[in-house]
């Protein structure tokens, strides 16, 4: 096969972002997932198009809601064709028959009947009362998420990428009774990608937060933040680890770090979470008070000298977060510390049983502080229960009793090549269990963020959303549901090449070569020959294109965009050859020009965190 095939062109680049490609079926789906919903027999919601219906929102509703409100009232009416009137509260008719979105007045007036303490931030109600529904739970986003609970309900909505979601049309539409509570098994779900930090309709849609959502300006690496390096260390030098790359824990003065932080709280009101994170280091002080602190420590049966470290962490920790919570009382604030680096270990001691406990009741975190653990050296083949990650449990067994409020970092890409695949797929339903098994209130999985999603990535981020929203879901299914829907006609071939590829990892970690977030990797030609790379994955991207060749004529615009997709998949396939193969490719410079082009049309300058 000449790896210079028209393909790789991209004469066909005209890209309609305004496009929606969605999948047409022609009845509902079985929706347990919903139930108990049941028909009201002889009423619709839309009939022939029209509905009496009107979306009631609060008079003081924020974006969000009004979002909320504006998703439904456009898919209603992509739907059906019917036009949905969006009033507040104090303007609704009190004859009319509504959708009631968040706390408004009208549910205010029941709210007896619907408790919502269970709910969380993210979960919600649906209910029926009367002829009128209610989409309610604690938060704007709990509205939001609700509505999509909504529309798949009646028209099998489902959401799966920029221009990618299904949606069943139909002129009327039978009333439907609701008494609906969906709760996420994992309180706040996070994601770092380009496409979740640049788009907030995305991020709604796929029901998750970014990494920045709720943390103002102090999020991650925090402490030269609160007390800045280049401020205090000309008369305060023994504030920092000798390399000046950390906090010295035992020397740094706790009232002005706590004062600063105070400061930057009050600057961002509506920020409920706070990061006292250590800087991005390996480093830990050893400064000789420091490094008596972990000798005392280690005397008392710490697990480790991590965990030694960790106790003195939390030492610091819990005095600022008494003091914070002393200067602030009036606000909810969670304060959060990394469990990270020269801390992953908890503050613990390990029983004759295997077991663990804390070194001494002082070094539990107080009820405002939360603890943040990053498992960064774990294998991603296989999920957290798996014998391959016995550390990595054994790192959240030392946190789980320091703190009732567990948060988690995690990595999901090969953060020094994010060209190659991470094929993460077989450990994330089963490490969503485990999150949800630990308690854990916050998870994120930090991607490419810096970068265009190549490699499936839309279908990660759908994937992980689902399972994080519900782990019960199986991955395999929710992947043949997003290739059909994202690829069409392509699944097949597409499907098929990411079968050979998992093989290949599979493969890779049998010979005892794991996944990683960091290293080289699976490069060079140990990993890939030319033949599976050109005969293999090359033939099976022609059989994808050859797929929607339906459309180059008939509909241009989708076939445009079909084409991208299946194009972006090619890059890594196309930059081994290059990398590895050079010698063998026939025109390789065409072959290169090719490339470099496609990657800027998708906007990707680098393959690295750096670029």
């Known amino acids: 096969m000449n790896t210079s095939k ?77 036009t949905l009137s969006v009033v507040t509260d104090a303007d609704a008719s009190a004859d009319a028959r509504m959708i009631s ?50 529309l798949n309900a009646y028209f099998d909505y489902r959401y799966y990428a920029e221009n990618s979601f299904n949606l069943v049309r139909a002129e009327s539409a039978p009333l439907l009774r609701f008494n609906v509570t969906d709760i996420p098994d994992i309180e706040y779900r996070a994601l770092a990608t380009r496409e979740v930090d640049y788009s907030t309709e ?39 680890s000798s390399d000046g790359k950390n906090l010295c824990l035992t020397h740094v003065d706790r009232s002005v770090f706590a004062a600063n932080l105070v400061d930057i709280i009050k600057e961002q009101p509506d920020s409920p979470y706070v990061m006292i994170g250590q800087q991005d280091s390996f480093d830990f002080c050893e400064c000789a008070d420091c490094q008596a602190k972990v000798t005392e420590w280690r005397s008392k049966g710490a697990y480790s000298t991590d965990s030694a470290r960790a106790a003195i962490m939390m030492d610091f920790n819990n005095e600022i977060a008494r003091k914070v919570k002393e200067a602030l009382p009036e606000r909810d604030i969670e304060l959060v510390s990394f469990a990270y680096n020269p801390t992953k270990m908890g503050p613990v001691r390990q029983l004759e049983d295997g077991t663990f406990e804390l070194l001494d009741p002082s070094l539990k975190a107080e009820d405002n502080l939360g ?3 990053v498992p960064y050296n774990a294998p991603y083949n296989y999920d957290y ?18 703190t009732d409020n567990l948060y988690v970092w995690l ?21 969503c269990r485990f999150f949800e098994d630990y308690g854990a209130k916050w998870v994120f999985f930090q991607g490419s963020y810096n970068m265009t999603a190549i490699n499936f990535g839309e279908m990660k981020q759908f994937v992980t959303a689902q399972l994080m929203w519900d782990n019960s879901q199986s991955t395999e299914e929710l ?6 829907a994202y690829y069409q006609e392509a699944a097949g071939a597409l499907k098929e090449y990411f079968n050979v590829m998992n093989s290949k990892y599979a493969q890779f970690a049998a010979d005892g070569k794991l996944l990683y977030s960091f290293g080289e990797g699976f490069t060079g030609s140990d990993c890939w020959s030319y033949e599976f790379l050109n005969n293999t994955c090359l033939r099976l991207f022609e059989e994808a294109f ?49 490339f470099d082009e496609d990657c800027a049309k998708f906007g990707i300058s680098g393959f690295t965190e750096a670029g």
């Not at 992947?479 to 059909?484: A, G, K, R, V």
């Not at 509909?555 to 290059?578: C, G, N, P, Q, W």
């Open 6 to 82: 028209k393909f790789w062109t991209g004469a066909i680049c005209i890209v309609l972002s305004a496009i929606m490609l969605f999948t047409l079926i022609a009845c509902k789906k079985d929706n347990g997932a919903q139930d108990p919903v049941s028909v009201v027999n002889g009423q619709y919601f839309v009939e022939n198009g029209a509905s009496d219906y009107v979306v009631v929102i609060p008079e003081d509703a924020d974006e969000t809601l009004t979002f909320a409100a504006q998703e439904l009232v456009d898919n209603v009416e992509l739907a059906t064709g019917a």
């Open 101 to 150: 979105l968040g706390q408004t007045s009208q549910y205010e007036a029941v709210a007896n009947k619907i408790p919502l303490d269970e709910l969380g931030a993210d979960g919600y109600k649906i209910y029926t009362v009367d002829d009128d529904t209610y989409c309610v739970g604690n938060s704007s986003y709990a509205a939001v998420n609700a509505v999509y609970g909504l």
């Open 202 to 240: 995305h991020r709604r849609r796929l029901r998750i937060l970014s990494l920045y959502e709720g943390w103002g300006r102090l999020y991650a690496h925090t402490y030269f933040v609160i007390v800045p390096y280049d401020q205090y260390k000309t008369d305060h030098r023994d504030w920092y």
């Open 371 to 373: 603890v943040m653990v």
């Open 385 to 402: 229960y798996d014998e391959t990650n016995v550390s990595i449990r054994a790192q959240f067994d030392t946190w789980k009793d320091v």
């Open 411 to 431: 990595y999901d890409t090969n953060f020094d090549d994010y060209s190659q695949p991470f094929p993460s797929w077989g450990s994330l339903a089963g490490n």
């Open 479 to 484: 992947i043949d549901e997003f290739m059909l």
């Open 546 to 594: 050859d797929a929607i060749s339906i459309y180059e004529q008939t509909d241009r615009a989708k076939y445009s965009v079909l084409y991208d997709r299946i194009l972006k998949e090619t890059l890594f396939v196309r930059k081994m050859l290059l990398d590895t193969y050079s010698s063998q490719i026939e025109n390789v410079a065409q072959m290169r020009s090719e």
